[in-house]
């Protein structure tokens, strides 16, 4: 698992060190934040940054609970900081500090120390934090493992690397890509143990406590649906409609207010509609997708063999890690499953489990031709062929495009 984080962590330290910004590691629980911020310790270290010029607090320690009072937290950092050299602080989980953005303002203002902050909520950077600090920070988005880093994790664990990798797909499927997940032993009951745990203390504690909501059953039949239509244009009312008429009774303006909660805790990410002819983006459905394939296999129980939606679902967060935003496209009445912009460009992706049917290669063509420009356009399969173009589009294998 450190080996993926460590070389992660030397790129974002060389490249960041020093640099007069905050850097910013977001994402949800247990995907690595704070083992980043303890390797980054570490490359300073063997940089030969004294220790003591090295500030660690985990907000989530019960020994740390007296600093989640912002001046309190404020004022142990600047004691612990001696003389006028560099020093580097690193605040783990510093959304737990109620008014927190106070703090950072005031610790980033010296001259002496180089702050690094992690959260488990986008709240982290709306609002005060974001004016007070518009252009001075940077934002290291993490997520679990691609299945790249989880085939590398397994296999610097000696526990895969005689395995094909369509065997370890399917066990990615079905396990997820949560750091810990890559050291437990091959037991199911384990795993499940495992995210469940992750599970629970996301929609209890970073979504229903922060966001004070008392219908948990509402809530908890809200990610079943969404993590039961990953890869379905929905909206709001959509949602609310048909959670009212299986039994839950709830309003839009309800499930607007759980789904901003479930997205702001990373458990979710919304993809939305772009009109590829009209160049504009489209206000009224998105899809969203689940952050991580193990957590659907919990709430879905043994119901996840939808495994075209599922390999769809995972390849927009490789393209998410690659590209940042990543949107779903519309040209006439065809869908593009996704679109993304590169330094040298637009590009285009359609996903499709299998095209060896002739009739389902030529849709997923035919979708691509519509589309009035000449960008890159590619079919991912999971299909075992070698890269072809077919009219100018690039048709791969999906395991070959995730290990590029």
């Known amino acids: 698992m450190k080996q993926n984080l460590h070389s992660l962590s030397q790129r974002k330290n060389k490249t960041w060190k020093d640099k007069d910004v905050i850097k910013v590691v977001t994402g949800i629980r247990r995907c690595g934040k704070s083992t980043l911020l303890q390797l980054f310790a570490q490359n300073l270290i063997s940089q030969g940054i004294d220790k003591s010029r090295i500030i660690t607090i985990n907000l989530e320690q019960l020994e740390n609970e007296q600093l989640l009072d912002y001046k309190t937290l404020h004022d142990e950092i600047l004691s612990r900081v001696t003389s006028e050299e560099m020093h580097y602080v690193m605040i783990d989980e510093v959304q737990n500090v109620t008014d927190f953005q106070k703090a950072v303002d005031s610790l980033y203002t010296r001259p002496n120390i180089d702050l690094y902050i992690t959260g488990s909520n986008a709240l982290l950077l709306e609002g005060t934090l974001t004016t007070l600090l518009s252009g001075r920070y940077v934002e290291i988005k993490m997520q679990p493992f691609s299945f790249k880093e989880y085939k590398e994790a397994l296999d610097d664990n000696s526990q895969q690397n005689t395995t094909s990798l369509m065997r370890l797909y399917n066990r990615y499927c079905s396990q997820g890509g949560f750091p810990v997940v890559t050291q437990l032993e091959n037991n199911s009951l384990i795993h499940h143990d495992y ?91 998105a899809k969203y997708y689940g952050v991580d394939m193990g957590l659907r296999k919990i709430v879905l129980s043994n119901q996840v063999r939808d495994t075209g939606r599922i390999l769809e679902n995972i390849v927009f967060f490789e393209l998410k890690r690659r590209y940042g935003t990543v949107w779903v496209g519309s040209v006439g009445d065809q869908e ?59 048709i791969m294998n999906t395991l070959d495009f995730f290990m590029e």
């Open 195 to 285: 995210l469940e745990g992750i599970l629970n203390t996301v929609l209890f504690k970073d979504v229903a406590q922060r966001y004070k909501i008392t219908n948990l059953y509402a809530l908890e039949v809200l990610v079943q649906y969404l993590f039961d239509n990953i890869g379905n244009l929905t909206s709001i009312k959509k949602i609310a409609d048909t959670m009212t008429s299986f039994g839950t009774k709830i309003s839009t303006n309800t499930v607007a207010e759980y789904l901003k909660g479930l997205c702001n805790s990373y458990i979710f990410y919304p993809a939305r509609r772009y009109d590829i002819k009209g160049k504009k983006l489209l206000k009224m459905q």
């Open 336 to 394: 593009i499953d996704f679109i993304v912009t590169t330094p040298q460009g637009v590009e285009y992706f359609q996903v499709a489990e299998t095209i060896q049917e002739e009739a389902t290669k030529q849709r997923e063509l035919a979708s691509l031709k519509k589309i009035p420009d000449n960008n890159p356009k590619t079919i991912l399969t999971l299909d075992d062929c070698d890269p072809i173009y077919v009219d100018g589009i690039k």
